[in-house]
């Protein structure tokens, strides 16, 4: 199925009132890919898909058949909320891709970036907890850990996402606290104060995107296209090892 641009803004499209427009979410840093749409302030539809390295595969047509499905095409999409990372390399530029092809495409569609920290943490809204953390594998025993809290009700940032050894961060994290994230299925965060959340909270979703970007629209936190960037906890293995090369090469 082809994810014709062109052809769905020609066919009997009326612009949306202010507010109203369409919006779609996505999610390609993990191995749990997925795409939401929704209209307003109401998310329609979420769907998920087992990516792994197909997300490209994936993606375009799950996303052409969520908005058929409720009688929207791509040249009806007014924003677009995606998520950055950190996460799987490929993913990311997949995603980041689309939402800029779609973004240029139409000229008509504003850009929300969500760091994935803050997809995952969405997970957690219904859990009793005053303080959350949010933990991505780093490598070489570090996490990529974010803190959030509880205040009015809702999950918030506390703080900017640090890289540090695991048990440094399960030392200074403020008590007690709950984690998630898939950096639990590598680290060892145990210890007193310490509660580790449900494995099924662990991955970000692409529910949990477009409810962020939908607060960051509200908030009129967009992004122009030309500036989306994936975060990375490190450079692609390619270039670490061209890098390690180079060096080799200088000191012979």
Known sequence: MTFDVAASRARNYNPPAMGQGVSIAIETSSRRGGVAVGFGPEMLEAVEF?????????????????????????????????SVGPGSYTGLRVGITVGRTLAQATGQIRCVVVPTVQAVAENAEDLDCRHLGVVMDAKDGDVYAALF???????????????????QFAEQAPKPITLIGEGLWYQDLSGKGIT????SLYLPTAAGVWAVGRRGAEAGDFHDYHTLQPIYLRKPEAVRLWEKRRRATEKT
């Open 50 to 82: 087992a990516a792994d390295r197909r997300h490209a595969v994936q993606l375009i047509g799950r996303l052409d058949e969520l908005l058929r499905r409720h009688g929207h095409g791509p040249g009806n999409v007014r924003e677009v909320y995606v």
């Open 149 to 167: 809290s509880r205040r009015g009700g809702r999950i918030v940032p506390a703080g900017e996402p640090s890289i540090m050894p695991a048990r």
């Open 196 to 199: 580790r959340g449900d494995e």
